[in-house]
C-alpha cells in the first residue's frame, strides 16, 4: 500500500476554483493508478476521475469533465485535482485514492472504490452560491 494525504480544500464561491492535492509515500507506486472521489452529505461516494501514474491516462466523470483536470508529478510525487467553474452542488468530501488491481485487459477498475486499497482522509470542499 501507499500513503495518501490530501491537502488544499476550502471554502470558495461559485465560479471560482480550487486544486486539490495527494501527497504519495510509500513502496513504489509506477503501477498505481490513482483517484479522486468525492461523498456530498447523505449522498454515495462517487468517483471524479483517475489518472495512471505510469503514462498519465486520465479517466473523468461525465459531470467533471471540461471543468476538472487531474494530473500528476512525477518529481513531488503528488496528484493534483483542478477544479474551475465549481457549482455549491460540487461541495464534498474529496478524497484520493490508489488502486494496483486491473482486469485481465489491464485495465484499472477506476471507478470501482472496492478496488481501491489505499485512501486519505479526506479535505472539505464547499462551494457557496
Known amino acids: 500500500q501507499v500513503q495518501l494525504v490530501e491537502s488544499g480544500g476550502g471554502l470558495v464561491q461559485a465560479g471560482g476554483s480550487l486544486r486539490l492535492s495527494c501527497a504519495v509515500s510509500g513502496r513504489s507506486f509506477s503501477d498505481y493508478a490513482m483517484g479522486w472521489f468525492r461523498q ?5 461516494r462517487k468517483s471524479v476521475a483517475t489518472i495512471r501514474w505510469s503514462g498519465g491516462s486520465t479517466y473523468y466523470a461525465d459531470s467533471m469533465k471540461g471543468r476538472f483536470t487531474i494530473s500528476r508529478d512525477n518529481a513531488k510525487n503528488t496528484v493534483y485535482l483542478q477544479m474551475n467553474s465549481l ?18 485487459s489491464g485495465n484499472y477498475y477506476v471507478t470501482d472504490q472496492l478496488k481501491y486499497d489505499s485512501w486519505g482522509q479526506g479535505t472539505q470542499v464547499t462551494v457557496s452560491s
Open 87 to 104: 457549482k455549491p452542488e460540487d461541495s464534498a468530501v474529496y478524497y484520493c485514492a490508489a488502486t494496483r488491481i486491473r482486469s485481465g
Open 40 to 44: 456530498a452529505p447523505g449522498k454515495e
